[in-house]
C-alpha cells in the first residue's frame, strides 16, 4: 500500500515537473522569455490564476498557451489533487499512530525504556524482546525512528531523552529498568541524572566510551556501566586463553525459550514459614533445574552451594534449566 502510494505520488510529481519545463523551454523559444518570465507565465497559465502576461503574445505564443492549458488542465488537477490528499493523509496517520502509540505506553508497567537505538541499544531490545520483557525506546532520528516503525513488537518515544518530558513520555515513573546506551558519555551522564530524579527506585544501567567516566555516571545514579570497548577486548583475549570456556558460557547465556539457559529467580517470596535449607527444598528432584549459584542476604555469591545452605526471602538464585523447569521452581518455592 506505501509502495503503490510512493510510486503515485513520483508520478504526480513528475506530471508536474514535466507540464512546467514544457511550458517554460516553449515560452523561450517563442516568445524570447526569460527563464524567470518564462517558468512564471508557465504557473500562471497552469495554475488558471488570471493574471496578466508578462508581455503581450505572438500567435504562435496564444496557441501554444492555448495547448498547454488544454493538455495540463487535466493532469494539473489530478497531480494538484492527489498531492493535497496525500500530504493530508500523512499528516492524520501520523497523528494517528502518535496518539495509538501514547495510549500504548500509557498502559505499560515494569518495562524497560532503552535509550538509544544504535548498536548496542538495539542489542539490547532484540535480547530483551526475546524474553518477552515490554520495552519503549526513546529516539529522535528519523530515519532511526522509520525503521523502528517496522517492528510493531516495539513502542518508542521521538524526542530527547535528557529532557523530562521525554521521559515522562516513556512512563519513567512505572518502568522497572532504563538503558542508555547513547554515543557521547556526556549525554548518558544527563539521562541518569534526570531518570534517577524522576524515578529513585529505577534501576538504571548506562554505556560509557571512557573509563574515567565510569566512577561519574555510577555517582550520578546509574546502578551498572558498561563499557563496549573494554567488554570486546577482554572477550577477544578469553578467545585466546580459554575458548572454549567462553564460548560454552555464551551458549548458555544467548540460549533463549525453549532450550537450557541460565536464570535468576528471586526468593522473596519464598520462606513464608521461615528460612530453609537448599537440600530440604528439594529442588532439583523436584523441579530439575540445577543451582550453580547463591547470592545471599550480605550481597556475597555463592557458587556451587552446599546443599546445607540456608535461603531466605533476601536471597536470590543462579540456576540452570528450561522455561518450563523454571516455572516449576517459582511455583515450589511461592
Keep these: 500500500m506505501e509502495q503503490k502510494g510512493g510510486r503515485t505520488l513520483a508520478l504526480a510529481i513528475a506530471i508536474l515537473l514535466s507540464i512546467i ?4 523551454v516553449g515560452y523561450i523559444q517563442l516568445e524570447d522569455f526569460t527563464f524567470t518570465e518564462a517558468i512564471y507565465m508557465t504557473v500562471i497559465t497552469i495554475g488558471t490564476v488570471g493574471f496578466k502576461e508578462v ?4 500567435t504562435e505564443g496564444m496557441w501554444f498557451t492555448i495547448t498547454l492549458i488544454i493538455i495540463s488542465i487535466g493532469f494539473f488537477a ?3 489533487t492527489f498531492l493535497a490528499k496525500y500530504f493530508s493523509e500523512q499528516i492524520l496517520s501520523r497523528y494517528s499512530n502518535k496518539k495509538i502509540m501514547e495510549k500504548k505506553i500509557a498502559k505499560m508497567q515494569n518495562h524497560v525504556i532503552v535509550v538509544g537505538y544504535g548498536r548496542n541499544g538495539s542489542q539490547a531490545v532484540e535480547e530483551l524482546l526475546a524474553h518477552n520483557i515490554p520495552v519503549v525506546v526513546i529516539e529522535n532520528r528519523p530515519k532511526v ?3 523502528i516503525q517496522q517492528n510493531p513488537k516495539i513502542a518508542y518515544v521521538d524526542g530527547d531523552a535528557t529532557l523530562d518530558i521525554t521521559l515522562q513520555k516513556a512512563g519513567v515513573d512505572k518502568a522497572k529498568a532504563l538503558i542508555t546506551a547513547l554515543a557521547n558519555d556526556a549525554d548518558n551522564l544527563f539521562v541518569v541524572i534526570t531518570a534517577r530524579e524522576m524515578n529513585p527506585k529505577l534501576k538504571i544501567i548506562s554505556r560509557a566510551s571512557a573509563v ?9 545514579g546509574a546502578d551498572n556501566v558498561i563499557l563496549p570497548d573494554k567488554v570486546g577486548g577482554q572477550k577477544m583475549a578469553k578467545l585466546v586463553i580459554q575458548p572454549d570456556i567462553l564460548e560454552f558460557v555464551e551458549n548458555i ?3 533463549r525459550t525453549g532450550n537450557i539457559s541460565l536464570f535468576e529467580i528471586s526468593c522473596r517470596k519464598i520462606l513464608k514459614v521461615g528460612a530453609k535449607s537448599l537440600d530440604e527444598l528439594q529442588i532439583r528432584e523436584k523441579t530439575g533445574v540445577n543451582v550453580i549459584g547463591v547470592r545471599n542476604p550480605f550481597g556475597e555469591y555463592i557458587l556451587n552451594p552446599e546443599p546445607n545452605h540456608i535461603l531466605t526471602h533476601d536471597s536470590l538464585l543462579f540456576v540452570l534449566g528450561t522455561t518450563e523447569q523454571v516455572e516449576k521452581l517459582k511455583d515450589l518455592i511461592s
Excluded at 21 to 24: F, R, S
Excluded at 55 to 58: E, G, K, Q, Y
Design 21 to 24: 519545463t514544457i511550458g517554460t
Design 212 to 220: 574515567t567516566n565510569d566512577k561519574k555516571l555510577k555517582l550520578a
Design 253 to 255: 547465556m544467548l540460549k
Design 78 to 80: 489530478y497531480a494538484a
Design 145 to 147: 525512528i522509520e525503521y
Design 55 to 58: 508581455r503581450p503574445l505572438s
